[in-house]
């Protein structure tokens, strides 16, 4: 699940587990965007775990759409968490 490399790719944005709910990793999605389209790129890449639904929701409520999705049984194998990969077109 490699984005391309000149494409804006988005990586560990979280926020605490006592602000959550609160609008804040929307918020900081919008600014990494607003960053990204002052910059020129079209698109912003992201992973998101298979396991974590509220972040999935986010990241499609917010436009962005699942482009591939690892093996789970793969994934494992290598130990890795399954993952995956969204993009969204600015």
């Known amino acids: 699940l490699q984005p391309p490399d000149e494409a804006a790719y988005l990586a560990n944005m979280a926020v605490d ?3 959550r709910r609160r609008g804040l ?3 900081m999605l919008a600014a990494a965007e607003q ?16 396991g974590d639904k509220p972040a999935q929701q986010l990241y ?3 436009g962005y759409s699942v482009v591939e999705q690892d093996n789970v049984l793969l994934a494992r194998v290598r130990g890795i968490t399954p993952r995956a990969g969204m993009v969204k077109q600015l």
């Open 17 to 19: 587990v006592s602000l």
């Open 25 to 27: 990793a929307r918020r």
């Open 35 to 50: 960053l990204v389209a002052r910059r020129g790129l079209p698109t912003v890449y992201l992973h998101v775990r298979l």
């Open 60 to 62: 499609l409520s917010a």
